[in-house]
C-alpha cells in the first residue's frame, strides 16, 4: 500500500488522514480519499527493490501530484503524473520523457518482479468499484474492494483486490488477477515506521507473483528507509 506502492508503493507510503469510524462511504469515495492523501505528500525517501540476494537501491521523490522513481546505472526516471480523474505513467531517460502505453504495462521494471503498472497504481482510478467486506490487516480494519478496467485493454488485469485502512485511508494489501481471473500479484505491506506528528511510513513491503506454481518462492521486496536514517 503500494499508498504509494504499493505500492509498491507510494500510495502506501503515509498512513495519515484518519477517518471517523462512523463515516459510511461508498467504494469510490474511499478511493478518492486514497488518491487525496497520494497527491498530499511532499518527501524525498531512499528506497530499495530486493530479490533474490539482489538489491536495486532507487530515490522516491513525491512532490504533490508528480511521484518520481529515480534509478541509477544506467540512469532512469519512472515518473506518475497524478490527476483527480486519471495517472500518466512516463519513463524519462536519455533526456527524453515517453509516455508509458498499456502495451508495456506488464513489462518488468529493472528485471525485478514489479511492472510498470505496478507501479503507477492506476487501479485506484479504476471506474468499477464494489465493496466486498471488511477484514482486520496488520491491527486495522480495513474495506474490501473490488475494481475493474473500463476496458480489456486498459490493464494486464482482469481486476484487483484492495485492503483500505478504516482509519487512515491507506492502501495495506492489494491482490491483482489475470485475464482468466487467477491470482497474478499480490502486495502486503509487512511493516510501517513513525516519522513523528502521529504519522507514518511504509518500511517494507512483499510482492508475490503466481503463475504456473502455486506459489514464488521468491518474494520480492520493497523497503523504504525512514527519512534521516
Known sequence: MI????????????????????DELDPQEILRLVRRNQAAQHQTLSGAI????????FRLVSAGDTVRY???????????RLGAKDVRLEEIANGQTQKVTPRRFDARVRDTDISYEDLSLGFLYWPDAKL?????MLLQKCWIIRVAPGGKG????????????????ALMQAEAFDANNKLARKFK?????PVGDGLWILKEMRI??????SKDSTPTYLEIEKPGS
Open 132 to 136: 466486498q467486506g471488511e477484514q482486520t
Open 3 to 22: 499508498s504509494r506502492i504499493a505500492i509498491l508503493l507510494a500510495a502506501t507510503a503515509l498512513l495519515s488522514a484518519p477517518l471517523r469510524a462512523e
Open 189 to 193: 505491506v509487512i511493516s510501517g515506521q
Open 70 to 80: 529515480e534509478f541509477t546505472a544506467p540512469a532512469q526516471v519512472i515518473q506518475l
Open 154 to 169: 486498459d490493464s494486464q488485469y482482469s481486476r484487483v483486490d484492495l485492503w483500505i485502512s478504516k482509519k487512515t485511508a
Open 50 to 57: 530486493r530479490n533474490a540476494g539482489k538489491s536495486l537501491p
Open 208 to 213: 508475490e507473483s503466481f503463475g504456473g506454481r
